[in-house]
């Protein structure tokens, strides 16, 4: 087979100079010993496939249907959480902030990214961003607009800068004609937005 | 050389349009759970504490002008370099994550709650005004609640306290508190129906 490039071309894959970058931090800290690269395959495998929104879904769900774990979850919420199976890194100390019909509760970190990972994982882009972080606290019903949520004006809307290690999660109010549904189905209707404050739990579906 | 935040953005001048995401996109970059990875594999190591990394993050010239993902990155490569990691003559690390110790590590987390030695100062409903200055180091007060009024909402315990973790001056562990701000206190008018919190530690507070 002819080789059809041109000649000195490299043979090589171009790669993303930060791919590169971080391909070599990886390999030297390696050889000095620093780091377990096996260490790194279980952590991302971790945040990509067992710790995520799903957990705060359990959660929330469990709070809608009974009303003693939701006193727990209200009271003591790291201990409740954790007697659902889920604790640890950044859910050390977790708080459950509950929306009524005239308080909807919303979380940001103005300051970095503090986010509760035992719940809901890593957090998306724009929690990190710019927009978010400098808009939620001091326009929190344009940032809503922005998800697509609008609520009444007389809806208080309470914003929660997690500043310090006190992690916060959001306990949405539960949709209308729900009775009849059991935890895992009430979970489905749980979106990791609407745990974070700026987005409402799925409607029921017909 | 004053200590200059560039995370401190809370009300900051910013009008972009915030761009939702999908639950399951969790990475948009080939690199960066690398990233992720090597982040929480090098702070289990113990070279630095959790308050130290977020110093070194906020105090990245160009921090407005990257991804979250690189921020990291950029902030561990000084965290190395400042530690002589980077050297030929690096000093061994104190300790290694193993693969194996991952879920426990995960699992137990690092809790920063300490016991009480002192009473708390402050009491529910309280009012309490935060320090107006900018302090020469890292500080968890944010600049849009400084000088402010609020009450006191909630008492959490007592918590390492940042300021000092995060200059190497040890735990000092201090009475956190969520303090509510009405938004006409911070924003000098109040179109948005909102009371935003912050958590403090007793050190930012005054009665007022």
Redesign the interface.
């Known amino acids: 087979m002819s080789d059809t490039k041109p000649p000195g071309h490299s043979h090589t894959k171009t790669v993303?100079p930060?791919?590169q970058?971080?391909?070599d931090?990886?390999a030297?800290?390696t050889r000095?010993?620093?780091?377990?690269p096996?260490?790194?395959?279980?952590?991302?495998d971790?945040?990509?496939s067992k710790?995520?929104?799903r957990n705060g879904a359990i959660v929330i769900a469990r709070a809608w249907s009974d009303a003693e774990f939701r006193r727990r979850l209200t009271r003591d919420a790291t201990a409740a959480i954790a007697s659902l199976g889920f604790?640890?890194?950044?859910?050390?100390?977790m708080?459950a902030v509950e929306n009524t019909t005239d308080l909807h509760n919303m979380v940001?970190c103005?300051?970095?990214?503090c986010y509760p990972w035992?719940v809901l994982?890593?957090p998306?882009?724009?929690y990190?961003?710019?927009?978010?972080?400098?808009?939620?606290?001091?326009?929190?019903?344009g940032?809503l607009h922005?998800?697509g949520v609008h609520l009444p004006?007389?809806?208080?809307?309470?914003?929660?800068?997690?500043?310090?290690?006190?992690r916060y999660l959001v306990i949405p109010r539960r949709p209308a004609n729900s009775e009849h549904l059991n935890d895992t189905e009430l979970a489905a209707l749980v979106?990791?937005?609407s745990m974070i404050g700026v987005g409402l739990p799925r409607p029921v579906p017909p | 050389m004053s200590y200059i935040s560039n995370a401190d953005l809370g009300g900051s001048n910013e009008s972009r349009a915030i761009t939702p995401e999908p639950e399951n996109e969790v990475f948009h970059e080939a690199w960066e759970p690398r990233v992720l990875g090597l982040v929480l594999a090098t702070n289990a190591v113990g070279l630095w504490n959790i308050d130290m990394n977020r110093a070194a993050r906020e105090t990245l010239p160009n921090y407005r002008d990257l991804s979250y993902y690189e921020i990291w990155l950029a902030a561990l490569e000084k965290n190395l370099h400042v530690r002589g990691v980077l050297n030929e003559d690096a000093p061994p690390p104190p300790r290694v994550l193993q693969a194996s110790a991952v879920a426990a590590a995960l699992a137990s987390g690092s809790p920063c709650s300490r016991e009480p030695t002192a009473t708390a100062r402050f009491a529910l409903g309280q009012s309490v005004r935060t320090h107006a200055g900018q302090p020469n180091h890292h500080t968890r007060l944010p600049a849009y609640a400084r000088g402010k009024v609020g009450v006191i909402e909630r008492i959490h315990g007592v918590f390492v306290f940042a300021d000092t973790n995060a200059q190497g001056l040890g735990e000092s562990p201090q009475w956190l508190y969520t303090v509510a701000f009405d938004e006409s206190e911070l924003w000098g008018e109040a179109a948005q129906g909102s009371v935003v919190s912050i958590d403090a530690w007793e050190p930012y507070l005054v009665a007022a």
């Open positions: 993303n930060l791919e970058r971080v391909r931090l990886e030297l800290l000095k010993g620093y780091i377990d096996a260490a790194l395959d279980v952590l991302i971790t945040y990509e710790v995520g929104p604790t640890g890194r950044q859910g050390e100390h708080v940001v103005t300051l970095c990214s035992a994982g890593l998306p882009t724009w990190k961003s710019a927009p978010y972080r400098s808009r939620a606290v001091k326009d929190p019903r940032v922005d998800f004006q007389s809806t208080r809307i309470r914003v929660w800068d997690s500043t310090a290690e006190v979106t990791r937005d």
